[in-house]
Structure formats: structure tokens, C-alpha cells
């Protein structure tokens, strides 16, 4: 079955680098139409899509954070890992990773990872 | 500010049927489908609705959605407390080349 698992530091210092990592089973990222997408949610907020990279290497990035964030993958590890430079306190959220499924013409999360919570502060 | 607009909270007692709305633009739900997902308190969010008003195996059919034009719609029947959570809309954005959220819509079953 299909799994997904956040990793990562729990506390982050201001203007820190965050390194987030996406450990899934049960699918290849090598495989054609595999997606996997980062999203974060602020404590009682709402639901915030950071990125995307597919099967192929191409990427995608939330317009507002595309200078602060890199996503990329290492196949043999099935693992996505999530990069966001100069951390400040608003980006204290809980971080998901999710596979992205293309079907019926259209995208959605099939199965999300439990989520890390990542506080930022000094 | 979320991209896609929802009402920040509903309710029903049980056994009503709620209509959640979500509302967006050309560039989203006007021209892709729209997924809904429901959060339960301290969970991961889970796909409800996919591709407009398709539903996962699993999800029960008092469950359903509907879009028209920039608009999307998600109706619950049957109320019972267990369906109490956030729900968010969903769809991709052409011109952001991206994902966007609603704001999320908490239901609250009297």
C-alpha cells in the first residue's frame, strides 16, 4: 500500500534553512505520472500547496515562495525532499507531503503523509 | 488571502443536508476540476470528492459535488457528528501554474 512520511527538524532558528524530506512506499517516482506535492498549514489556518515535482523532473512552485523553496527526489531512496531558505516565524506550520494522482482530467492527493509540525523560532 | 473563496464555517443538525461553496475564477475552476477534502481534528487531510464530483472507493455517497461554471459546491446529506471537520476546495490555477486552496469551511453539526 501507498505510505508517505515527513521528516525533518522540529525547531528552526530565523534566516535558517529548512530541509524537509518525503520518505513514500508503494510507488515509484520513476514511474510515468508519479507527482509529489509539499503542503503546509500555519497552526489553525488553512491549507497552503508549496510544490510539486514529477516523475520526469519537471517542478513546480507556489508563486509567492518560488525564491525560497527547491524541491527535488532521489528515486533509489523514494524519497522528495523539500528546501525553504531564510525561515521566519510565519512559516511555523505543519509540513505534508502528498502523491499527486492525475485521473479523470484532473489532480488530487491520494494519500498525504501524517504531517511534521516545524516551529520557527529563536 | 486564499485564491479560492469559501464561507468560514457551517452548519446543520443532524440528519440536514449542508451545501458548502467554493468560488474561483477563470483561470481555476473555470477551467480545471475541482477536489474536496475533509480534515478531521489533529489529521491529515483526506480526498473526498475528485475531477468535480467523483468519489474515492470508500467514501460514502452521502458525499457528493458539483461545479458550474467558477463555482464548486460540496453537499453532505445525512448529517451525523462524525462528519464535523474542515473542508477545503481545491483546483489547479493555469495562470499561477500551481494549486490553489479555499480557505477552508468549518462544519459544525448543532
Known amino acids: 500500500q501507498v505510505t508517505l512520511k515527513e521528516s525533518g527538524p522540529a525547531l528552526v532558528k530565523p534566516t535558517q534553512t529548512l530541509t524537509l524530506t518525503c520518505t513514500f512506499s508503494?510507488?515509484?517516482?520513476?514511474?510515468?505520472?508519479?507527482?509529489v506535492s509539499w503542503i503546509r498549514q500555519p497552526p489553525g489556518k488553512a491549507l497552503e500547496w508549496l510544490a510539486r515535482?514529477?516523475?520526469?523532473?519537471?517542478?513546480f512552485y507556489s508563486t509567492s515562495l518560488k525564491t525560497r523553496l527547491t524541491i527535488s527526489k532521489d528515486t533509489s531512496k523514494n524519497q522528495v525532499v523539500l528546501t525553504v531558505s531564510n525561515m521566519d516565524p510565519v512559516d511555523t506550520a505543519t509540513y505534508y507531503c502528498?502523491?499527486?494522482?492525475?485521473?479523470?482530467?484532473?489532480?488530487?492527493?491520494?494519500?498525504w503523509g501524517q504531517g511534521t509540525l516545524v516551529t520557527v523560532s529563536s | 488571502q486564499s485564491v479560492l473563496t469559501q464561507p468560514p464555517s457551517a452548519s446543520g443538525t443532524p440528519g440536514q443536508r449542508v451545501t458548502i461553496s467554493c468560488s474561483g475564477s477563470?483561470?481555476?475552476?473555470?477551467?480545471?476540476?475541482v477536489n474536496w477534502y475533509q480534515q478531521l481534528p489533529g489529521t491529515a487531510p483526506k480526498i473526498l470528492i475528485y475531477s468535480n464530483n467523483q468519489r474515492p472507493s470508500g467514501v460514502p455517497d452521502r458525499f457528493s459535488g458539483s461545479k458550474s461554471g467558477t463555482s464548486a459546491s460540496l453537499a453532505i446529506s445525512g448529517l451525523q457528528s462524525e462528519v464535523e471537520a474542515d473542508y477545503y476546495c481545491?483546483?489547479?490555477?493555469?495562470?499561477?501554474?500551481?494549486?490553489?486552496f479555499g480557505g477552508g469551511t468549518k462544519l459544525t453539526v448543532l
Open positions: 515535482i514529477d516523475w520526469d523532473d519537471d517542478k
Open positions: 508503494g510507488f515509484s517516482l520513476s514511474t510515468s505520472g508519479m507527482r
Open positions: 481545491a483546483a489547479w490555477d493555469d495562470s499561477l501554474n500551481g494549486l490553489v
Open positions: 477563470s483561470s481555476n475552476i473555470g477551467s480545471n476540476t
Open positions: 502528498a502523491r499527486l494522482l492525475y485521473q479523470r482530467g484532473g489532480y488530487y492527493f491520494d494519500y
